[in-house]
């Protein structure tokens, strides 16, 4: 068997914007990928960031809607855009005999260019796509795109079974999970990939993290703060791809495998750590399990997490608290209780409050996300979301309605005739000002009110980090009483 090259890709997305956004974070599915590679011991592979700069600065979401999606549009459709030449100078540096790239909806439109980019250098080079838009639409990605391939679900087994077989000129119709060109050029599903069963056969994404990812040295240590502890959701909004991904089944490593993972990340210097899973904990006994783990284990650590509101309760706030959550990110969306429904959100307002107010007693912070624009959005529902945002305590984070092709979401805006024709979900993201698939108001309407939501998020969560900031400095406290003074950083 063919010793091979692999190269995995995070695409540009938030560099398109600003060349000075960034995405300061080693992506865990590629670090998964490329764990997965060196376990099975046979093909040499690298990770490369192409959304990471070191020079980061923050993002408002007023700049982000504004000039970003100006700079967005023009970047992504520049071929001379500096960025696309470091893609190019890395691809020619390290020499791939494969590429894999991963996509969400959002960052298809970057993926493809990518694509693009690998077959300008060599057209032997073998382009493989994965990530959740594959899940969302299927063998559609290899329609008239530089893609050879595509994993469809899960990606360690498919994808190294995959280069094996690349490696030994085998028949790709023998991988399970697999949407490729047969011989005649046609496209073809292979049968679906089974779930892996126990995550814990799995190695950590940061076990070779130090020889796998490009300019590693270069990376703050907060990059290295995300965990998965389980895999899926059992919710069903209607805006989220989710269960195309993972079909509501959930799956969870052990808590000692997540726990021998955050003492791996402490050696490396990482004190605080967020759950990047869809929803925490999920179980009142997988919550108490892993909470009883880390407090028993990994001393000294601070985490955050994303938590459904119909989980937080007195019980397992107090469990994570103890073992060291400081942040719960929850999911309100909206402010009116009919919009709740209408998306399936499975909650109301007054639980959200409710939510943020037992967050709070436990000495923990809120962060809230918020979505403007849904097809039954009127102006009276948006002042609703507007009131919930300035009275929900802690950060908000805020985004545009998109209905991406595969949710429910979509196929509802469709049926009403929101959806253009040349809709492209990775120019209409989350943040493009051109977005309002709203049937009940007019689009400079939307815009305006949309704006001024912008602003209060913006402002709101400026407030706040200087407030957490003042806090830091407890000890300061008798200092700040006498002389009347303040700090923040």
């Not at 090259?5 to 599915?29: G, V």
């Not at 490329?34 to 490369?48: E, G, Q, S």
Request: charged fraction near 25%.
């Amino acid at each position: 068997m063919e010793k091979l090259r692999i190269l995995l890709i995070e695409p540009p997305f938030f560099r398109l914007y600003n060349q000075n956004y960034s995405l300061d974070k080693f992506p865990l599915s590629l670090g998964y990928l490329a764990a997965a590679i060196k376990k099975d011991a046979k093909h040499d592979v690298l990770v490369y960031n192409a959304d990471f700069t070191i020079k980061s600065s923050k993002a408002t979401f007023s700049s982000m809607v504004n000039e970003g999606h100006v700079n967005y549009i023009s970047n992504l459709n520049d071929p001379d855009f500096f960025v696309w030449g470091e893609i190019r100078d890395a691809i020619n540096q390290y020499k791939p005999d494969v590429v894999g790239i991963t996509s969400k909806s959002q960052n298809f439109a970057s993926a493809k260019m990518v694509a693009s980019i690998c077959k300008q250098v060599s057209k032997k080079i073998r382009v493989v796509l994965g990530g959740p838009h594959v899940c969302m639409v299927g063998r559609e990605v290899l329609i008239s795109c530089d893609f050879d391939m595509a994993v469809k679900g899960e990606g360690e087994v498919t994808f190294v079974e995959l280069i094996n077989c690349i490696a030994g000129k085998n028949d790709l119709s023998s991988v399970a999970g697999l949407i490729y060109r047969n011989k005649f050029g046609l496209v073809t599903v292979s049968p679906e990939r089974e779930f892996i069963t126990d995550l814990d056969e799995l190695d950590s994404p940061y076990l070779h993290v130090r020889e796998v990812l490009k300019d590693f040295e270069k990376y703050p240590v907060s990059s290295f703060r995300s965990i998965f502890a389980t895999r899926g959701c059992p919710y069903n909004c209607i805006f989220c791809g989710s269960v195309k991904i993972w079909q509501h089944r959930i799956r969870f490593r052990s808590p000692r495998n997540v726990a021998v993972e955050i003492k791996l990340l402490q050696k490396m210097g990482v004190h605080y750590f967020n759950f990047d899973d869809d929803t925490f904990g999920i179980t009142k006994k997988y919550i108490s399990e892993l909470c009883d783990e880390l407090k028993k284990t990994c001393n000294g650590i601070r985490w955050s997490c994303e938590m459904h509101i119909g989980i937080i309760n007195e019980e397992n706030l107090k469990a994570m608290k103890a073992a060291g959550c400081d942040l719960i990110k929850i999911g309100i969306e909206s402010g009116n209780n009919e919009m709740l429904k209408k998306i399936r959100k499975n909650i109301t307002i007054e639980d959200a409050a409710e939510a943020c107010k037992l967050i709070r007693k436990n000495k923990m912070h809120v962060m809230a996300f918020f979505m403007v624009g849904f097809p039954d959005e009127t102006e009276e529902t948006l002042q609703d979301t507007i009131k919930a945002i300035k009275n929900t305590p802690g950060y908000v984070e805020y985004s545009i309605f998109t209905p991406y092709k595969g949710t429910d979401a979509y196929d509802i805006s469709n049926n009403l005739g929101l959806i253009p024709f040349d809709f492209d979900p990775s120019l209409y993201n989350h943040n493009s000002p051109e977005n309002n698939f709203s049937k009940n108001i007019k689009h400079e309407r939307f815009r305006e009110i949309a704006s001024e939501i912008e602003r209060i998020a913006d402002k709101k969560n400026k407030d706040y980090a200087f407030k957490v900031s003042l806090a830091r400095f407890a000890p300061l406290n008798i200092f700040r009483k006498v002389f009347k003074i303040g700090n923040s950083r």
